[in-house]
Structures are given as structure tokens and as C-alpha cells.
């Protein structure tokens, strides 16, 4: 049997990781989205064996408790559209990552877009998303979120004139039952292990807290839900261009 140890994390290690777990959870927990772009990059800087299953695994169960609050809000149907498009972006990714994915230009190409997207968004005053939409934001998500690990701009775009609410009940669903085929797909390959279970288990209280937290911020968030995402997808897009000029 393989040796099992968890890595020696200090008490302030340990104090740093549970403070960006909690304000992830926030983000992610009021929008729909956001976990990743908010904990992957500070949580790699703090001790980079935090990331990516563990980061994977904590999102998922953030996106599934806030899924579950507001399960009445859900948009199925939709939902059904978008995951059908991620399954085919995480196929595509699957097959053209040994060949571009680890290119610095790709990385940057992507961020630029993006930056583009959101510019685009700042012009336009209505963008409405209808089930075509949709299935290539989810496609697009699946995508990026495989080769880049930040899938949710296309998602967060395309949704941004939606009432926040409904948007954010979708959304969370959404990035729970994809980011459980991400984990199956790690887990096929052997890229996860019980240390990282461990350290899930280990944060999950700080994961709790700002999952409840995040409800005093609703009424704010709904008033605001627009800015407030293109501020997220812009934030994805500099942390793709850290990634890709670290």
C-alpha cells in the first residue's frame, strides 16, 4: 500500500487557508460563481498542494449547499442546456490540451477575451440569454474551466441581465454538477487521493461559515448583480494572465 501523509501545515497556514476559503465561499455562495478565481490564486501563493482538488472538491460542495437553498429557483431547463455544453467543452479540452493548452499565448488569448467580453457587456445594454447562448457559455465553461481551472466568465456574461436570484440558484447548480465530472475525470485518472479529502475536511468549516455569511449580503448583491459580475469575470481574466505570465 502507498505511504499516506497530509502535508505539514502550520497554524498560520492553516489560519490563511480557512480565511480564503470563507471569502470564496461568500463570492461564490451570493453570485453563483467565483470560488475558484478568488481561492486558487491565493491559495496556491500560501502552499501550492492546496490546489486543485481540494479547491475542486470545497467549490463543489459550496456550489451544492447554495444549489440546494435555492433549489425553488433553479431554472431547469437551462441547466440542462449548460451542462450539456460543458460535457462537450470538457471532451474538447481533453483532446487539445497536450497540444496548446499549456502554451503562455493560449492563456493570454483567453484573458483577452474575456477582457473583450466584459468591454463588449459595458456597451450593451440587454443581453438575453436564450437556450443557444447558453449551450456555448456552458460548452465555452467546460472549456476554459478544464484547461484553465476559471470556467465561470462565459457563464457569469451570458447571465448578467438575468435577475439575480433565479441567475444565482442556476448558476451554483450548474458549477456543483460540472465540477463533479471534473472530479470523475481526476479520479479516472488518478489525480485524486485521500490527502485530499483530508484537507477538504479540514477547511469545510470556514466553506460552512461563509456559505451562511453570504445571505446578510443578498439584498446588496441584487441591487448590484450586474457590476458586480463583470467585476468577477474581469477578475478571472488577471488571474488567467497571472497563470500564464507567472
Not at 501550492?48 to 431547463?77: E, F, K, Q
Not at 468549516?205 to 445571505?215: C, V
Amino acid at each position: 500500500m502507498p505511504e499516506f501523509s497530509l502535508p505539514p501545515y502550520g497554524l498560520a497556514v492553516y489560519a490563511l487557508a480557512a480565511f480564503v476559503i470563507f471569502v470564496a465561499a461568500v463570492v461564490q455562495s451570493s453570485f453563483g460563481m467565483g470560488f475558484g478565481q478568488v481561492a486558487a490564486p491565493f491559495l496556491l501563493l500560501i502552499d501550492p498542494t492546496l490546489v486543485p482538488v481540494p479547491i475542486l472538491m470545497m467549490g463543489m460542495l459550496v456550489a451544492c449547499l447554495s444549489a440546494y437553498r435555492g433549489r425553488r429557483d433553479i431554472v431547469y431547463g437551462e441547466l440542462t442546456v449548460a451542462l450539456g455544453g460543458r460535457l462537450i467543452g470538457i471532451f474538447l479540452a481533453a483532446e487539445v490540451m497536450v497540444l496548446v493548452a499549456a502554451s503562455t499565448h493560449f492563456n493570454l488569448l483567453f484573458a483577452a477575451l474575456i477582457l473583450l467580453a466584459v468591454g463588449l457587456s459595458l456597451v450593451t445594454k440587454k443581453f438575453n440569454p436564450t437556450p443557444a447562448r447558453i449551450f456555448v457559455a456552458g460548452s465555452l465553461s467546460g472549456f476554459m474551466g478544464t484547461i484553465t481551472s476559471v470556467g465561470a466568465p462565459p457563464m457569469g456574461l451570458v447571465y448578467q441581465s438575468r435577475a439575480a436570484a433565479g441567475v444565482r440558484a442556476t448558476l451554483n447548480a450548474f458549477f456543483g454538477a460540472g465540477t463533479v465530472l471534473t472530479l470523475v475525470v481526476l479520479g479516472f485518472y488518478g489525480l485524486v487521493e485521500t490527502k485530499h479529502f483530508v484537507v477538504a475536511v479540514m477547511l469545510f468549516p470556514s466553506l460552512l461559515l461563509g456559505t451562511w455569511a453570504a445571505r446578510f449580503l443578498f439584498a446588496y448583491i441584487d441591487q448590484q448583480f450586474r457590476p458586480l459580475v463583470l467585476a468577477i469575470c474581469t477578475l478571472s481574466a488577471l488571474v488567467i494572465l497571472y497563470k500564464a505570465l507567472a
